[in-house]
């Protein structure tokens, strides 16, 4: 079946400018999360949802940064403002929950590289 | 708060090898730690899952291994070949940081034929 997909690819933007990243995750996965990856580095964790709900947003760098999946699959982070140092890797993942503890797998999208100029 | 560490940070070996990667994380209060490769300019795809009640996973040419007691936990490849060239990340999900992976900088390997 489909993976985790995430569009754009590629989004270059002026300092200043808003920019918005979506994630479609596998159907039927409860779980989503988002991750910033800068260069060389392992991902960092920036927020969580399980459905439409926003259980975790202590990642976030900053308020310019905002992520919402109303419908609980479709998500979208949002930067507002951005600035050279969000230039990054966005990566999103997805996966099952059971009973409210983490034992499956995250599967990751491809990711969106973010350059502000 | 959960830090992850792997050593080597990279490594090149001949075609044919075996090799080992390390990761060592400092809260053993895991629920399950998870392997993960990542190829220039593309997402990370799931190797290994290993569960904190378990000692080992095994997939094809790849094993990986967990003493949660000790905080390690290595990845096995045999007979590496030059397709086996890429990062490898080794992540954790902590019993008290939610649902959130905990990663550490990885392992860049280069396989020459």
């Known amino acids: 079946g489909a993976g985790v997909s995430q569009s754009p690819r590629y989004k270059v933007a002026k300092r200043g400018q808003d920019v918005a990243l979506r994630c479609d995750p596998i159907s039927g996965h409860v779980s989503l999360f988002w991750y910033q990856q800068a260069l060389g580095q392992g991902p960092e964790f920036l927020t969580y949802?399980?459905?439409?709900?926003?259980?975790?947003k202590s990642g976030l760098p900053s308020d310019r940064f905002f992520a919402e999946r109303p419908e609980g699959s479709v998500s979208t982070l949002k930067i507002q403002r951005t600035q050279q140092e969000d230039s990054a890797v966005y990566l999103c993942?997805?996966?099952?929950?059971?009973?409210?503890?983490?034992?499956?797998?995250?599967?990751f999208g491809p990711g969106t590289r973010l350059t502000v100029t | 708060k959960q830090e992850v560490t792997q050593i080597p940070a990279a490594l090149s070996v001949p075609e044919g090898e075996n090799l080992v990667l390390n990761c060592s994380f400092t809260d053993s209060a895991i629920y399950n730690l998870q392997w993960f490769r990542q190829d220039p300019g593309k997402g990370l795809t799931s190797l290994l899952l290993?569960?904190?009640?378990?000692r080992e996973q095994t997939s094809g040419r790849l094993n990986a291994s967990l003493d949660k007691s000790s905080g390690r936990s290595t990845l096995y490849i045999a007979a590496s070949q030059p397709g086996d060239s890429a990062t490898y990340l080794c992540a954790v999900v902590g019993e008290t940081s939610g649902s959130r992976l905990t990663f550490g900088e990885g392992t860049q390997l280069t396989v020459n034929p």
């Open positions: 290993i569960q904190s009640s378990q």
């Open positions: 993942a997805s996966s099952l929950v059971a009973g409210g503890i983490p034992v499956y797998e995250q599967y």
């Open positions: 949802f399980q459905n439409e709900a926003q259980l975790d």
